[in-house]
Structures are given as structure tokens and as C-alpha cells.
């Protein structure tokens, strides 16, 4: 089985994030950019799925800019066997859509023909948690989202999905869309050899057009601002005027 | 000219990097507490390939240059300059046995150095031979099975905790052409351990005297040639002083940083204390000794990997002005810490007398400076 496993290029979870004087979003011209560390612990998880005998080949793809090949080196020097660069945007600034992103990958997935697409359970850059599950509704596949724990036996994988006050254990039939939370595993470091080796392994390049796929943005951003900075407290004199206060703000 | 590190070496730096916060610098304090690295942390610095760093692919080793070297230790010593400098001279032991150790003792040494399921020590220092190293004392004497030692290594890293001991020894006359390199193992016969030091800095990594008492070795030991040793001994120097250079670059990097943060929150006089000229202005100059220093390190790496002839004396410079600019800096970033910074708890005292000693060992800066001024003399016309 070939498992294929989406990354994506996003602002480094370290770096201090500043808005673009414009509001139109997220200043990214010569800030530090990583590998989205939820698809950090997805090509994780397909290695491992590689190291247990129960996949053959793990394949990662990003779409985005031609930097993207830098997060695509990462995932190779990992562990994963090749890349495919898809090529959708020359302005690091413009963000490729979840659904433009997932028709994409649906046409990937019909070249490569993976049994199994794990990937991050959202972007830090924008939350956006779509992805998996409209690749998911594309193909007509399975999806285990959210997975803590997945466990690939066969026609049928077991998955432990991290929602709301608890977990829950659901079984799917392959091929699936898995997406990664946090503790699915921890992510290891390349070591030097892998890191040098990576170089030397495939990476394809495409480009969105190939596929036949508009990444035209469809949502228009209206405002992008800080939070707001934290401001001055104040003292209280009693539960009841904590209380009075916090109704006041619309706190509870 | 080029100034830009690959994009695989940027891998590299933010690998080191990210294993040292998450791995050394929470348990850095306990450990300079307890004395001592804990063993079960190199296996998993060996499985990063850090065993081994310019250990050639042949041999097992990751193969890489010295400038990538020094990316590693810089990165590392962000996180603790003690536990990178230790790794530092196991990598120069490493590389002596690579380039000069016979099949044998590559199989029984190297290999499990490389994994760094055994660490290594350097032994070429003696009470009374420091700076003038050649002048050491320690005899092996050569019989029918083997060599066997006996004299006095002092100021031994990882002396009484490593597996296994380079030791530059005479074989012959007086002089650097008498000496030879062996290996001791832990456990020889003859073998022991004077009482720990009490240092100022460097206090994670045990260092004592090693002592030979008719030790006896196994000639297969001998690494390379008889009467060579001396020259295997300098030529690992010149990348050890790249490293520890680079350790005290990654911690002034650290202090650096940590003070920019700290200079923000901390009030006096009503504002905060990076709003003060005069302090923006040492910023300022620390930020620029630092740039200075890591270009100048680069260079000399650089220098080491092509082969230039005038290498060793880059070397020799980058390791007395990176080593200097160092102390510098983590010493001004205690004074910006006021108080506090004299406090273990805000983590800049450490640095100040961890690096200390790089300014000491691998060469003084007083003989750095020697080799620079030879250097400059002769070449007058
Ligand atoms: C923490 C620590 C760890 C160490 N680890 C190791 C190790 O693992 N292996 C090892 O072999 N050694 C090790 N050393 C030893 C270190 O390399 C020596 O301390 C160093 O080489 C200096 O030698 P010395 O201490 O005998 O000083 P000395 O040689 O006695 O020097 C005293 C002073 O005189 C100056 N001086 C000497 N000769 C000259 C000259 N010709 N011109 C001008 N000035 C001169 C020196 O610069 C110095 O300031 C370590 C030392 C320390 C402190
Ligand atoms: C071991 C120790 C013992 C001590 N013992 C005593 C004691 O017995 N009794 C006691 O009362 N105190 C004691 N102190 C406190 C000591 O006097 C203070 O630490 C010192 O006055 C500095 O104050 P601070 O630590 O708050 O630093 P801060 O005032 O926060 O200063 C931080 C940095 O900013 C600089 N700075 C501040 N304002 C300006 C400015 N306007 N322009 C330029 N630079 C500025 C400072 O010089 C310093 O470098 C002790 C401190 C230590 C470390």
C-alpha cells in the first residue's frame, strides 16, 4: 500500500507573527516558514505505518509556492521515499483554498493510487480543518478525522479521534482519509544521514494547471488584525464584584 | 563568494537546534547539579548521527565538513555549552581514529563511538605539560604483548566516565616525534582515576586526572604509526578549536536572545529597560560582535575544508575572537539581567562560567595568539 501524506508550508509556530500594514494578512516575506506541524506528525505516522511492513511507499505532496520544495526535503529527510511539488502560487502571500487544495490532491490520488492519505488535522497558519474532509467527500472515501490512534488492519482501520470531553473509537473501511491530532505521535528528528540522503531523493513538479484545477481564491479576506494587547487589571473587592465585573465584559 | 548556508545545512542547524530545547536545555541545570550527563542521552545524540559528525560515510560516520560541524555545535550550545563541548571531543577523538586507526581498531573503537553507545576522551594535557604539550611525559613502553603506560593525563573530560581513552604518550625520544597515540579501555588494568575537579564552569561533565600504572595495552591499539602521535594530536586541534568557538557562539546567541526578552518586560524608572539609549546601544554592539564573530568562525571552517595553507592560523584567530566575544557577551547580558542575572534561576550565570574555560583549553588564546604572531613574522618581507 502507498500511503500519501499532504504538507503544507506555513509560517514557523516560533516566529513572532506580525499583520501586513494593509490588513490583507500575515506579513511572510522573510519570515521563518516549517513544515505545518500537524503534517509533521502525519508523515510521521505514514513512516511508521512504513517501518510496521504495513505500507510500501510514502509519498508526500505540497501545493503552494516553489519554496514548498524546502517543507517537501523535510518530510524525505524523515523518511518518506519521494515528493510531488505542485506549483499553484508565486506570491508566498496568496493561500491555495481547501477545496482548491483537495481537488488537487483528488487528482494525485488518482495518479499514485495510495490505499491511505494521512494528513494534518488543520494548518496553524489558518485553522482552516477542511481539507481532509472535502478530499474525503471528492473521492467518495472514508474518513477518520481528529485520529489519536490509528491502527490499518487490512480493509479496515481502527481510529481513536480526540473529540469534545472524551475520545472516541470509530472503524472505516480503506482507502481512508485520516487527518492527525496532536498526539497521534511524536514527530522524530532527521538524522544527518537522512537529512543528506534527502537530496538525492525524487521530487517531482507539477503544477496546479496540470491538473486541470482553478486556485483562484473564492473567499475574500476582509480584515486581518492583532489581538488585541493585553491591558491594564484591577483590583477587586469581593466574589460578588468579580462576578459583577466579569458579566459587565460579557465574560460569563 | 557565497554566504548562504544550504538549504541542508539550514536542516541541519534546526534539527540540532530543536533536539537541544526539547532534550538538553530543560534538564541542562540538574545535570551541572548532579555532575554528570546522563549515559542514555549520547545513544540518542548517536542516533541523530552526532557520533560521528565528520567521520567519513566509509566508517559509518555522517561525513559532513567542519563548517557543517560548527552549525551543529552552535546550535547545541543554545540549549548547554557544556554538554556540546563534551560531544565535541568525542567527535575530535572519533575523527583521529577514523583517519588514522587501523580495520581493528575501527571495529572495536569507532563503530560503537559512532552509535555512541561509548563515549571517548582526549588525553594529550599532564600536570606538568599544558601549553607546551610536546613536552608530556607519560611513557609507554613497548614489550612483547603490547605497550604498557604509565604516567598521569590531567584535566581529562569525561575522565572515570568514558569507555574508552585516546592517550598521546612517548614511545620514543624527547620531543613531538616521540610520541604515539594509544587506546586505553575503561576497565585496564593500571587504569584509575584521580578525584573529581571542582570547576567553574562545565560542571555537567566529570573531568579528573587519568592515571597509567603499568597499564597494559594490546599493541593493536597503537592508532597509526609510532612517533606520529603528535601531529594526529594537533591536527584534531584545529577543528576542536572551530567547535568550542562555536559553543561559545550559540550561548552568546542564547543570552542574547534571552535578554531581549528579558529587557523588555523589566521596568525601572518607569519605562522599560530597553527604552534606555545607553542600553540600546550595548545591544547594539553585542549584536555586531556576534555577527562579526559567526562570519569569522565560517571563514575559518571554511579555510579548514579547503585545505587552505593558511588555515591553522584562521583557526587559531576565529577560536581566540569567537571565544572572546563569547565571554563578552554573556557577561554583559548578566549585567543587563541586574540582579537577577547573578541568580542561576534566570540561566545567564551558567553561561558566564561555562564559558570561561573555552578560553583556556584547546590551545590558550595566549597561544592562538602565538601562532598568529609566528605566522605574521615570518611571512614579512
Ligand atoms: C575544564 C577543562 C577541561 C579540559 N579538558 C581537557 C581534555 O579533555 N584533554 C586534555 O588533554 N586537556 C584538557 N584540558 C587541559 C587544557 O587543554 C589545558 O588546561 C590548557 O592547554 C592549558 O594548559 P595549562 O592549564 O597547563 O596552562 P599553562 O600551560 O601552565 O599556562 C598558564 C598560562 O601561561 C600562558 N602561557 C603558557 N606558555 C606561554 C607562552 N609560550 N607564551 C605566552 N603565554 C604562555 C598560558 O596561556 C596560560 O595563560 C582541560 C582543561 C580544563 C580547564
Ligand atoms: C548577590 C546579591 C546580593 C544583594 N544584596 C542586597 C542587599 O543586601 N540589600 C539590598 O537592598 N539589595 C541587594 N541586592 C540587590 C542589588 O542592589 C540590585 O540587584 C541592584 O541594585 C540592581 O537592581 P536590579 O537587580 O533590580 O536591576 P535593574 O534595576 O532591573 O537593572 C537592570 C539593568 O538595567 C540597567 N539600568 C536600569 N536603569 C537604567 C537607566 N536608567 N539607564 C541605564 N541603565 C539602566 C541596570 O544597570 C542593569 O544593567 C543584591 C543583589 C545581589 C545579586
Given at each position: 500500500?502507498?500511503?500519501?501524506?499532504?504538507?503544507?508550508?506555513?509560517?514557523?509556530?516560533?516566529?513572532?507573527?506580525?499583520?501586513?500594514?494593509?490588513g490583507?494578512?500575515v506579513?511572510?516575506?522573510?519570515?521563518?516558514?516549517?513544515?505545518?506541524p500537524?503534517?509533521?506528525?502525519?508523515?510521521?505516522?505514514?513512516?511508521?505505518?512504513?517501518?510496521?511492513?504495513?505500507?510500501?511507499?510514502?509519498?508526500?505532496?505540497?501545493?503552494?509556492?516553489?519554496?514548498?520544495?524546502?517543507?517537501l526535503?523535510?518530510?524525505?529527510?524523515?523518511?518518506?521515499?519521494?515528493?510531488?511539488?505542485?506549483?499553484?502560487?508565486?506570491?508566498?502571500?496568496?493561500?491555495?483554498?481547501?477545496?482548491?487544495?483537495?481537488?488537487?490532491l483528488?487528482?494525485?490520488?488518482?495518479?499514485?493510487?495510495?490505499?491511505?492519505?494521512?494528513?494534518?488535522?488543520?494548518a496553524?497558519?489558518?485553522?482552516?480543518?477542511?481539507?481532509?474532509?472535502?478530499?474525503?467527500?471528492?473521492?467518495?472515501?472514508?474518513?477518520?478525522?481528529?485520529?489519536?490512534?490509528l491502527?490499518?488492519?487490512?480493509d479496515?482501520?481502527?481510529?481513536?479521534?480526540?473529540?469534545?470531553?472524551?475520545?472516541?473509537?470509530?472503524?472505516?473501511?480503506?482507502?481512508a482519509?485520516?487527518?492527525?491530532?496532536?498526539?497521534?505521535?511524536?514527530?522524530?528528528?532527521?538524522?544527518?544521514?537522512n537529512?543528506?540522503?534527502?537530496?538525492?531523493?525524487?521530487?517531482?513538479?507539477?503544477t496546479?494547471?496540470?491538473?486541470?484545477?482553478?486556485?483562484?481564491?473564492?473567499?475574500?479576506?476582509?480584515?486581518?488584525?492583532?489581538?488585541?494587547?493585553?491591558?491594564?487589571?484591577?483590583?477587586?473587592?469581593?466574589?460578588?464584584?468579580?462576578?459583577?465585573?466579569?458579566?459587565?465584559?460579557?465574560?460569563? | 563568494?557565497?554566504?548562504?548556508?544550504?538549504?541542508?545545512?539550514?536542516?541541519?542547524?534546526?534539527?540540532?537546534?530543536?533536539?537541544?530545547?526539547?532534550?538538553?536545555?530543560?534538564?541542562?541545570?540538574?545535570?551541572?547539579?548532579?555532575?554528570?550527563?546522563?549515559?542514555?542521552?549520547?545513544?540518542?545524540i548517536?542516533?541523530?548521527?552526532?557520533?560521528?559528525?565528520?567521520?567519513?560515510?566509509?566508517?559509518?560516520?555522517?561525513?559532513?565538513?567542519?563548517?557543517?560541524?560548527?552549525?551543529?555545535?552552535?546550535?547545541?550550545?543554545?540549549?548547554?555549552?557544556?554538554?556540546?563541548?563534551?560531544?565535541?571531543?568525542?567527535?575530535?577523538?572519533?575523527?583521529?581514529?577514523?583517519?588514522?586507526?587501523?580495520?581493528?581498531?575501527?571495529?572495536?573503537?569507532?563503530?560503537?563511538?559512532?552509535?555512541?553507545?561509548?563515549?571517548?576522551?582526549?588525553?594529550?594535557?599532564?600536570?606538568?605539560?599544558?601549553?607546551?604539550?610536546?613536552?608530556?611525559?607519560?611513557?609507554?613502553?613497548?614489550?612483547?604483548?603490547g605497550?604498557?603506560?604509565?604516567?598521569?593525563?590531567a584535566?581529562?573530560?569525561?575522565?572515570?566516565?568514558?569507555?574508552?581513552?585516546?592517550?598521546?604518550?612517548?614511545?620514543?625520544?624527547?620531543?613531538?616525534?616521540?610520541?604515539?597515540?594509544?587506546?586505553?579501555e575503561?576497565g585496564?588494568?593500571?587504569?584509575?582515576f584521580?578525584?573529581?575537579?571542582?570547576?567553574?564552569?562545565?560542571?555537567?561533565?566529570?573531568?579528573?586526572?587519568?592515571?597509567?600504572?603499568?597499564?597494559?595495552?594490546?599493541?593493536s591499539?597503537?592508532?597509526?604509526?609510532?612517533?606520529?602521535?603528535?601531529?594526529?594530536?594537533?591536527?584534531g586541534?584545529?577543528?576542536?578549536?572551530?567547535?568550542?568557538?562555536?559553543?561559545?557562539?550559540?550561548?552568546?546567541?542564547?543570552?542574547?536572545?534571552?535578554?531581549?526578552?528579558?529587557?523588555?518586560?523589566r521596568?525601572?524608572?518607569?519605562?522599560?529597560?530597553?527604552?534606555?539609549?545607553?542600553?540600546?546601544?550595548?545591544?547594539?554592539?553585542?549584536?555586531?560582535?556576534?555577527?562579526?564573530?559567526?562570519?569569522?568562525?565560517?571563514?575559518?571552517?571554511?579555510?579548514?575544508?579547503?585545505?587552505?595553507?593558511?588555515?591553522?592560523q584562521?583557526?587559531?584567530?576565529?577560536?581566540?575572537?569567537?571565544?572572546?566575544?563569547?565571554?563578552?557577551?554573556?557577561?554583559?547580558?548578566?549585567?543587563?539581567?541586574?540582579?537577577?542575572?547573578?541568580?542561576?534561576?534566570?540561566?545567564?550565570?551558567?553561561?558566564?562560567?561555562?564559558?570561561?574555560?573555552?578560553?583556556?583549553?584547546?590551545?590558550?588564546?595566549?597561544?592562538?595568539?602565538?601562532?598568529?604572531s609566528?605566522?605574521?613574522l615570518?611571512?614579512?618581507?
Amino acid at each position: 500500500m502507498k500511503v500519501l501524506v499532504p504538507v503544507k508550508r506555513v509560517i514557523d509556530y516560533n516566529v513572532k507573527v506580525r499583520v501586513k500594514s494593509d490588513g490583507s494578512g500575515v506579513d511572510l516575506a522573510n519570515v521563518k516558514m516549517s513544515m505545518n506541524p500537524f503534517d509533521e506528525i502525519a508523515v510521521e505516522e505514514a513512516i511508521r505505518l512504513k517501518e510496521a511492513g504495513k505500507a510500501d511507499e510514502v509519498i508526500v505532496v505540497s501545493i503552494g509556492v516553489k519554496q514548498a520544495q524546502e517543507t517537501l526535503r523535510t518530510a524525505l529527510a524523515m523518511g518518506a521515499d519521494r515528493a510531488i511539488l505542485v506549483i499553484a502560487a508565486d506570491d508566498v502571500h496568496q493561500d491555495i483554498e481547501p477545496l482548491a487544495v483537495a481537488k488537487i490532491l483528488k487528482a494525485v490520488v488518482e495518479a499514485e493510487g495510495p490505499g491511505l492519505v494521512i494528513a494534518g488535522k488543520q494548518a496553524i497558519d489558518n485553522d482552516m480543518n477542511a481539507t481532509g474532509q472535502m478530499l474525503s467527500a471528492l473521492l467518495g472515501w472514508s474518513q477518520g478525522t481528529f485520529a489519536s490512534e490509528l491502527d490499518v488492519d487490512g480493509d479496515t482501520a481502527v481510529i481513536t479521534r480526540e473529540v469534545d470531553g472524551g475520545l472516541q473509537t470509530i472503524k472505516i473501511k480503506m482507502p481512508a482519509i485520516v487527518t492527525a491530532d496532536l498526539r497521534l505521535n511524536e514527530p522524530r528528528y532527521a538524522s544527518l544521514p537522512n537529512i543528506m540522503k534527502a537530496k538525492k531523493k525524487p521530487l517531482d513538479e507539477k503544477t496546479a494547471a496540470d491538473f486541470g484545477v482553478d486556485v483562484t481564491p473564492r473567499l475574500e479576506i476582509v480584515k486581518t488584525t492583532e489581538p488585541a494587547a493585553r491591558s491594564a487589571g484591577i483590583k477587586v473587592g469581593s466574589v460578588d464584584e468579580l462576578v459583577a465585573k466579569l458579566k459587565e465584559v460579557g465574560a460569563v | 563568494m557565497d554566504f548562504a548556508l544550504t538549504e541542508e545545512q539550514t536542516a541541519i542547524f534546526d534539527m540540532a537546534r530543536a533536539f537541544g530545547e526539547e532534550r538538553i536545555a530543560p534538564n541542562a541545570r540538574a545535570w551541572e547539579a548532579a555532575g554528570i550527563i546522563p549515559k542514555e542521552l549520547w545513544p540518542e545524540i548517536g542516533a541523530l548521527g552526532f557520533g560521528g559528525i565528520y567521520v567519513s560515510e566509509d566508517s559509518g560516520g555522517a561525513g559532513l565538513n567542519r563548517l557543517d560541524a560548527t552549525l551543529i555545535f552552535e546550535a547545541l550550545s543554545m540549549s548547554c555549552p557544556s554538554v556540546a563541548a563534551f560531544l565535541s571531543i568525542h567527535n575530535m577523538c572519533a575523527k583521529m581514529l577514523d583517519a588514522f586507526g587501523s580495520d581493528d581498531i575501527k571495529a572495536r573503537f569507532l563503530t560503537p563511538a559512532i552509535s555512541m553507545d561509548t563515549v571517548l576522551s582526549y588525553c594529550l594535557t599532564e600536570p606538568g605539560a599544558g601549553s607546551d604539550a610536546a613536552a608530556l611525559k607519560t611513557r609507554a613502553t613497548r614489550s612483547n604483548e603490547g605497550y604498557a603506560l604509565t604516567g598521569t593525563k590531567a584535566f581529562i573530560s569525561g575522565g572515570g566516565y568514558s569507555d574508552a581513552y585516546v592517550v598521546m604518550c612517548r614511545t620514543g625520544d624527547d620531543g613531538p616525534k616521540g610520541i604515539s597515540t594509544v587506546v586505553v579501555e575503561d576497565g585496564t588494568e593500571g587504569l584509575s582515576f584521580g578525584g573529581l575537579e571542582d570547576k567553574m564552569g562545565w560542571r555537567s561533565q566529570p573531568t579528573r586526572q587519568v592515571q597509567f600504572d603499568d597499564c597494559k595495552i594490546p599493541a593493536s591499539n597503537l592508532v597509526g604509526d609510532e612517533g606520529e602521535g603528535f601531529k594526529y594530536a594537533m591536527k584534531g586541534l584545529d577543528g576542536g578549536r572551530l567547535n568550542i568557538s562555536a559553543c561559545s557562539l550559540g550561548a552568546a546567541q542564547a543570552a542574547l536572545n534571552t535578554t531581549l526578552q528579558y529587557m523588555g518586560e523589566r521596568k525601572a524608572f518607569g519605562k522599560s529597560i530597553d527604552q534606555f539609549q545607553a542600553l540600546q546601544f550595548r545591544l547594539a554592539d553585542m549584536e555586531i560582535e556576534l555577527q562579526a564573530a559567526r562570519i569569522f568562525l565560517r571563514q575559518a571552517a571554511w579555510k579548514l575544508d579547503q585545505g587552505t595553507p593558511d588555515a591553522t592560523q584562521f583557526c587559531a584567530m576565529a577560536k581566540t575572537f569567537v571565544t572572546e566575544v563569547g565571554s563578552r557577551i554573556v557577561n554583559q547580558c548578566l549585567q543587563l539581567h541586574g540582579g537577577y542575572g547573578y541568580l542561576a534561576d534566570y540561566g545567564i550565570e551558567k553561561l558566564v562560567r561555562d564559558l570561561r574555560v573555552h578560553e583556556i583549553l584547546e590551545g590558550t588564546n595566549e597561544i592562538m595568539r602565538m601562532i598568529v604572531s609566528r605566522q605574521l613574522l615570518s611571512d614579512r618581507t
